[in-house]
């Protein structure tokens, strides 16, 4: 279960998105710790197809209680990444992604799964796959490096946690197709996936 601190600042958010009709889904650090071994976070990480035409409305709902600029937002839709958005009070950080339109990405975004993330089943948001939250943390482990020990936990965790209901030529695939194929193998050994499947 994730902590209820961090879903009460990332409710708002995803109300707002909700309500202005934009597909959403967690991913990063909640989503492997909802599907793997539970860690603290500093952040959290949303997926979604945010348009030039729910920029303006999108500010002016969360202005109030966070930092959120709308030049930030436009450059992010324009370049296809991320922008922030901060809660004034916590400083607790949101990265909002941009959907890069990726055949992977809409696969993802059609993929995603509406869950529970606290025990008195008050907050019900979508997350990333099991399968494409290994996957988008394969890809972010290889960009930074293959450095971070956090990322690596985080997927290797999803993996051992999941095992039995993983779909696995679906991550074989997309791992070709992302050009991590050989980190995915890494991670099969370092959980032990294929030991009593």
Same mark, same amino acid.
């Given at each position: ?45 949303? =997926?979604?197809?945010?348009?030039? #035409?729910?920029?303006? &409305? $999108? /500010?002016?709902? !969360? ?80 960009? =930074?490096?293959?450095?971070?020990? #956090?990322?690596?936990? &985080? $997927? /290797?965790?999803? !993996? ?38």
């Amino acid at each position: 279960m994730i902590d209820e601190d961090i879903l009460k600042l990332i409710k708002p958010i995803i109300d707002c998105l909700v309500e202005l009709n934009i597909s959403y889904y967690i991913g990063g650090s909640i989503a492997s710790s909802a599907y793997g071994f539970p860690r603290t976070t500093v952040d959290a990480d949303l =997926g979604a197809d945010i348009t030039n #035409k729910h920029v303006r &409305d $999108l /500010v002016k709902s !969360l202005e109030k209680d966070y930092f959120i600029q709308e030049s930030a937002i436009r450059d992010a839709i324009i370049e296809r990444r991320s922008f922030n958005i901060i809660h004034l009070e916590t400083m607790f950080k949101i990265d909002v992604f941009v959907s890069k339109k990726r055949r992977f990405d809409q696969e993802a975004n059609s993929r995603k799964r509406k869950e529970f993330l606290d025990d008195k089943k008050e907050f019900n948001f979508y997350l990333s796959s099991p399968e494409d939250t290994v996957l988008y943390k394969l890809e972010w482990y290889k960009i =930074g490096g293959c450095v971070s020990d #956090k990322q690596w936990n &985080d $997927l /290797v965790g999803v !993996l051992k946690v999941q095992k039995h209901n993983l779909d696995k030529e679906y991550l074989l695939k997309w791992a070709k197709e992302l050009e991590i194929s050989d980190l995915l193998e890494k991670a099969f050994i370092d959980s032990g996936f294929e030991e009593d499947k």
